[in-house]
């Protein structure tokens, strides 16, 4: 990480020229306190324990990836490309609305983008996926730079404003962030992992040098969060994607304080600067063990990976006031559309209707068939009430 401070000024600088130039897309009329009347609320009646007058559904990872328009859409940018203007992030925002009656967007982004704006170089590689070049050691840790490190984000929150006039209303735009302990991990592994095997080695080797980064990173996806909320995000998730490789002691000495303490940050600083208390979902994926435990951190929903059955989750979460999403196995949508179609019932009987997000367990398959997203969501909006 010795070409951090380079790498930072040069991020600053790129993020600035997007900046201006998506500025110029941007009316002096669209603005953060004038947005178009919201058409579908489902989702935000879901998430606080309302009735919707149909089951809400939208699909992790919607925006890109899977979507044929998409994959024409990035032969001519490239992936941080996309994430840095907020006119191109808005655009992949809104394919898969413009293609699907889903009941929310989620704005086009990367849970990576908070490593780039703390100094570290985050490449996105074809065939490999997010690489981080120079790892985050005991050496360099100093070296990160969380001074304006939110600012250095600001093109999110365009992208955010810019989408929720884009949108006309039509449905809730998302906003979200990595959790802490899933970002520790690509920044020490240097990207993916099957065991995360180097970072969870800080946790025993090196704890109070491991609390000390995730309360930097938690400190920073706080203010990240609020941010969004201010440009116009009306709901959030946090992803703790990485949940899965930690039992359930590291887990509850290494994420659920963070956790706890980014919930409740938000919600604070919501208070403070007048903004709308706007619902919190966690994901994290493969916690299954901690289920009870992240019902009392603070959030409205909680996501439910694939692996879980929808009676131990409603049993667990008896009388907590917690609306549940999920779970859908992401391999369901290669299934022929009769028997996904039955799938998609089967998994609403067991879950119920009440507090209800219809999801997906994770993230969608770069390869999934475009027609049996439209079949997962015509079963799950034929569903009575």
Known sequence: MTKILDHLIIIFVLSQINYTYSSHSITKNMSANNFPTLKNDRILKAAKGEKPDKLPIWIMRQAGRYLPEFMEFRKQHSFFEICQTPSLACEVTLMPIKRYDLDAAIIFSDILVIPQALGMIVEMRPGVGPVLPEPLTLENLKELNKEGAVSRLQYVGEAITLTRHKLEGKVPLFGFSGAPWTLMGYMIEGGGSKTLSKAKKWLYAYPEISHQLLELLTNVITDYLVMQIQAGAQIIQVFDSSAEYLNRHLYAKFCLPYLKKIASGIREKSTALNLEQVPLILFAKGAHFSLAEQADLGYDVLGIDWTMNPNHVRSTLKNKNITVQGNLDPCALYAPKEELAQMVKDMVKS????????????????????????????AVHSIPL
């Open 351 to 378: 879950f119920g209707t009440e507090r209800y997000i219809v999801n997906l367990g994770h993230g969608i398959y770069p390869d999934a068939p475009t027609e049996a997203v439209q079949t997962f969501i015509d």
